[in-house]
Every structure is written in C-alpha cells, then in structure tokens.
C-alpha cells in the first residue's frame, strides 16, 4: 500500500464525477485527502461537491420483469 498522503493539489477532476490523485493514481474521496476537506476553502470544496454531483446516478427502480410465459399443463 502506498504511503500516500493524497494532497488536494495533487487531486484533479476525473470523468464520471471522480477525483484522482495524480502521484499515486488512486480515486480519493474527501475523507482521503490531505488536508482535512472540512479545512478546505468554501469554494474548493464547492467545486469538489459540484463535480462529485456530476456521477452517473443508478436507476431507481430496476428493468421491468418480462411476462410470464403461459406454461402448459401442470
Ligand atoms: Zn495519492
């Protein structure tokens, strides 16, 4: 595991609403980053939060089941 420490300015914007950081290559969070994201400016973290909004969100409610089929007999 790398010791690393996922610095906010080695953080960059990623596609699919994802943050990466570019010395370890791995996708961080906000809990990940150094320092603290609460200790973040406003309009960092507003940034974050407005691509982070940008994530493909899953379907709620999943493909409708196919008809029966009539079986026969029984
Ligand atoms: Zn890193």
């Given at each position: ?29 906000k ?6 994201f ?37």
């Open positions: 595991m790398l010791n690393c420490q996922h610095h906010v300015q080695w953080v960059r914007q990623v596609a699919g609403g994802l943050h990466q950081c570019i010395l370890c290559f791995q996708a961080v969070t809990k990940d980053v150094s320092p603290k609460e200790d973040l400016p406003d309009d960092f973290r507003r940034r974050w939060e407005a691509h982070e909004a940008t994530r493909e969100v899953a379907p709620k409610a999943p493909p409708a089941a196919p008809p029966a089929s009539p079986g026969s007999g029984g």
